[in-house]
């Protein structure tokens, strides 16, 4: 058996510390995301409650799209995927604190929409940068396909830990497992790319079917 010929998906660093990290995240979010509306409910939140803080996490997401490009251009890809694991993890000890804790809930879909904005926008940019001609769709289709495993297993084990544990043990193995999602990103040098960011380029015209997208 040819092994670079069935394996050569694994055969480029850059794109392989992406697949390790996405999967790691993926599992993470995967172990607790399908509870945290149950979580509020449990604490006494409404329905519209929840509702609100979804529509928040969109709103801050959307909003910190264009600081993470301007960001990415100066730090570099894989810094910026860095620096948002620091915002996911506030996220997740404003939940663990919650329960004894006032904390707002705008505040909470803050933290996890400056996160999603980071990441998202330097995740696909680095994927982009560094994945292969020719390759491109197959290895698209495998981090999918990591993302998806991750994320279909996870549950189970998160269910498992709630009702042999408890919640707050889950928060503390997902912390746990973000902090080790940046190992694989520290080990090959970053890119980045100085780019001159103009909100009026942005919005131009000729750009303005990207800028609704």
């Not at 929840?50 to 890809?77: Q, T």
């Amino acid at each position: 058996m040819d092994f670079q010929k069935h394996f050569s998906l694994l055969q480029n660093k850059e794109v392989d510390e992406l697949y390790v990290n996405l999967g790691l995240r993926a599992f993470s979010f995967g172990l607790i995301s399908v509870f945290i509306p149950l979580f509020f409910l449990s604490l006494g939140y409404s329905l519209i409650d929840v509702f609100v803080f979804f529509g928040l996490f969109s709103f801050f997401h959307i909003i910190f799209i264009i600081p993470a490009a301007y960001l990415s251009s100066k730090w570099g890809f894989k810094h910026v995927i860095i620096a948002s694991q620091p915002f996911l993890i506030l996220f997740f000890v404003s939940l663990y604190l919650l329960e004894s804790s006032s904390i707002p809930l705008v505040l909470i879909s803050f933290f996890l929409g400056v996160y999603s904005a980071l990441f998202w926008f330097a995740f696909h940019a680095d994927f982009a940068e560094n994945s292969r001609d020719g390759e491109r769709g197959k290895e698209v289709a495998f981090a999918n396909i990591i993302s998806s495993v991750a994320s279909a297993v996870a549950p189970i084990i998160g269910a498992l830990v709630i009702v042999y544990l408890n919640f707050s043990y889950l928060l503390v193995f997902v912390i746990l497992i973000i902090l080790a999602s940046i190992i694989p990103l520290l080990l090959t040098e970053d890119k980045k790319d100085s780019v001159d960011f103009s909100l009026k380029k942005i919005f131009a015209n000729r750009n303005l079917n990207h800028s609704i997208g």
